[in-house]
Nanobody, 119 residues
């Protein structure tokens, strides 16, 4: 199983970006999907998650600005980021909980995509 993230880049404060993360490989089913981020010198933090039935959770710092969504047919999770702020600058990682057969789900991580917001 592989997760391929894309959509990062450099944007001015107040701008928007849309991140995508597609899962591929041996996939029977996908449970929760999520986005995390890590800024220089800081720990990785949760940005947003979405369950298999579409229930979402967003960190307080991004509520009202970021929206997580998923396309189950494409095994893809998205993060729409609006009203970006310099403090949103970080490497963004996607995470997927995937069943590849058997009883268990395993967490997989994407390679990270850089988001830089200039003031």
């Amino acid at each position: 199983v592989q997760l391929q993230a894309s959509g990062g880049g450099l944007v001015q404060a107040g701008g928007s970006l849309r991140l995508s993360c597609a899962a591929s490989g041996r996939i029977f089913s996908i449970g929760a999907l999520g986005w995390y981020r890590q800024a220089p010198g800081k720990q990785r933090e949760l940005v947003a998650t979405i369950t298999s039935v579409g229930s979402t959770n967003h960190a307080n710092s991004v509520k009202g600005r970021f929206t997580i969504s998923r396309d189950n047919a494409k095994n893809t999770v998205y993060l729409q980021m609006n009203s970006l702020k310099p403090e949103d600058t970080a490497v963004y990682y996607c995470m997927a909980t995937i069943n590849s057969g058997g009883y268990y789900y395993t967490d997989y991580w994407g390679q990270g995509t850089q988001v830089t917001v200039s003031s």
